[in-house]
């Protein structure tokens, strides 16, 4: 075939240097380098999700046994009862000090996050309370609980799901603040001056067009912060205390599935051991399902 | 105050040594220009000379920028807009503003229409407002089925007279327009282009353009703003305004005629 006419093509036989240097050689020093190091990252890629599994695993292991209505009906067993109880009290007791936690910090984070985006960007007061807020989400728990133990519990003369939903709070803030400030940052500028050539004020332009732009991952930010917030133990142990029975009102000593878990662990005694498993169990269940339904929420918008 | 003195009657817009300043930075000097009513006047000239900042002077946007200062007067009406009595937000009411990027709202096409109305708890019939202004931006008969639809799922085209219907919804007098076809392909552009016409029976139109063809098919006055060199960094004027067929066609300055011919800019 060497005949053809066709003078753009240079035909070269696939043994000439050339072509060589175009083949695959997989015994080369560069390829061998390459598959270890997409073999490392996969690997590495996996451990970061082992500990997750391993964790679910366990508890599940150790506390699904006991999952049934009782956890959340039964009041937590006496040292000496060997079977059965539950801990709906701790139960109810995570949700409201979440709860009175989240009432206070969702309000405020969003709100200070629009100051920071909105109305002080770029100034020097931004930059410093930006700055501080990154400290405070830096401030161990343990401090944070020390701290609403003298502001909160010696003020109003009690420890209460109150003392404990504000301690809860102040470790909330900074991470609503700061994921709810990156989310206006993405809305673009575009949108803003469209509606402020509409003759839309600030409040109308924030009200009508950021805030509703920017929900889906200040959502995120929300939920990130509650998923927080219901597993903290350190800062609990000082406010909302613990409690063995149904809690009068939120201005009593209240339990919580993270104390409760604290408390039970260390026991000697296998009953309170496995409902130790089981708190745990419905704590990561409780995490997972806020963010499966945010990353749902968010989805949908 | 209120009164225009020595103004014809037929301005709408009249800036009188308009000196526009970011910071210490000179930005537009001696920007003298009258707009008249019901008529399509385009700002053309080289980038960087001030068309825009100049014309975001006119419903106050400008505002918005810190650092921004404006000595000198722009009245409309006879009012002086920088008088302290003057609320901007009232006065973006009154003179709308087309963007060069279309900006709908992550809103459906009639809630993005409604948004302005909906500012000013407009009363009427707000159906009728949102059908009225999308005929008037000759969008109603592409969209009329699926007004609840996302205004970002429209081509580029049709958000900008989707961007065009939300302003005309406001019933503003003036619509300021910031290079509305920069990023419309020729078709869109023509489509525009003819929407001006129609536009200019109810409002007055400025426009700024980077495309001489547009501004001397579409405009009735043509400003030429061009850019000096100074010690203190680039300061933009106008440095002619006339009908526009004069601009075009015999031009007073040098300048003038070498942009419009493209020799320069």
């Known amino acids: 075939m060497n005949s053809n006419p066709s003078p753009t093509i240079d035909d070269v036989s696939s043994t000439s240097p050339l072509i060589k240097r175009l083949q695959r050689q997989p015994s080369s020093p560069r390829t061998l380098f390459n598959s270890f190091m997409t ?77 920071l985006s909105e109305f002080a960007k770029g100034t020097r007061l931004a930059d410093w309370i930006g700055f501080l807020t990154n400290v405070l989400s830096g401030v161990p728990s343990i401090v944070v609980g020390v701290f609403a133990y003298s502001t909160v519990v010696l003020t109003t003369g009690g420890f ?46 924030v009200a009508r067009v950021v805030l509703p732009a920017a929900l889906p991952p200040i959502l995120t930010g929300v939920m990130l912060a509650v998923a927080r917030a219901s597993g903290e133990t350190a800062p609990l142990i000082f406010t909302a205390l613990f409690k063995n029975f149904w809690a ?34 419905i704590l990561v269940l409780m995490v997972l399902t806020a963010s499966i339904l945010s990353r749902l929420v968010v989805k949908r918008q | ?89 009232a006065v973006r009411r009154q003179i709308g503003m087309v963007f060069q990027k279309p900006n709908p709202f992550p809103k459906s096409i009639y809630d993005n229409i409604a948004f302005g109305p909906r500012l000013v708890k407009y009363r009427g019939n707000m159906d009728e407002l949102v059908e009225r202004s999308l005929r008037g931006a000759a969008l109603w008969d592409e969209v009329k ?39 419309l392909d020729p078709i869109s552009t023509l489509k525009v282009e003819d929407l001006l016409q129609e536009l200019k029976e109810k409002y007055t139109i400025v426009i700024v353009t980077h495309n001489m063809q547009q501004a001397s098919r579409a405009s009735d006055y043509t400003a030429f703003f061009n850019v000096e060199q100074t010690e203190r960094g680039r300061t933009g004027y106008i440095a002619e305004c006339d009908r526009t067929e004069v601009i075009f066609q015999n031009p007073q300055q040098q300048a003038t005629q070498a942009y419009v011919s493209g020799r320069f800019g």
Not at chain 1, 183 to 201: C, D, F, K, N
Not at chain 2, 160 to 177: F, G, K, N, S, T
Request: hydrophobic fraction near 45%; charged fraction near 15%.
């Open chain 2, 1 to 89: 105050m209120a009164t225009s003195t020595g103004v014809s009657t037929s301005t709408i817009i009249s800036s009188k040594d308009a000196n526009i300043y970011y910071g210490n930075f000179l930005a537009v000097r001696d920007v003298t220009i009258d707009i008249p009513k019901n008529s399509i006047t385009a700002f053309i000239g080289p980038s960087g000379c001030g068309k825009s900042t100049v014309l975001r002077c006119f419903n106050r946007l400008n505002d918005l920028i810190t650092s921004f200062k404006m000595r000198g007067s722009i009245h409309y009406h006879g009012q002086d807009l920088y008088s302290p009595e003057i609320d901007p937000v």
């Open chain 2, 145 to 183: 089925d699926k007004l609840r639809e996302s205004g970002l799922a429209l081509s580029g085209g049709q958000q900008q007279r989707l961007c065009i219907a939300r302003a005309i919804a406001m019933q503003p007098d003036v619509i300021l327009m910031d290079e509305p076809c920069a990023a």
């Open chain 1, 248 to 281: 009068d009102g939120v201005w009593e000593p209240t339990a919580t599935l993270s104390v409760l878990v604290f408390n039970f662990a260390t026991t000697p005694y296998k009953n309170q051991q496995e409902l130790a498993a089981a708190g745990s169990l």
């Open chain 1, 160 to 205: 209460s799901a109150v003392a404990g939903g504000f301690a809860l709070a102040v470790l909330m803030l900074p991470i609503i603040v700061r994921t709810a400030t990156e989310a206006l940052a993405l809305v673009p500028q575009e949108s803003r001056q469209a509606a402020v050539g509409l003759g839309a004020t600030r409040f109308q332009t």
């Open chain 1, 39 to 115: 073999g490392l990252v996969f690997v590495c890629a996996a451990c970061a999700i082992i500990p997750l599994f391993a964790v679910l695993w366990y508890v599940i292991s150790q506390g699904g046994a006991r999952l049934s209505t009782d956890l959340f009906t039964q009041l937590p067993p006496a040292a000496n009862v060997l079977k059965g109880g539950g801990f709906g009290n701790a139960f109810i007791g995570t949700l409201t000090t979440v709860g009175i936690g989240s009432a206070i910090a969702i309000p405020c984070g969003i709100l200070a996050a629009i100051f």
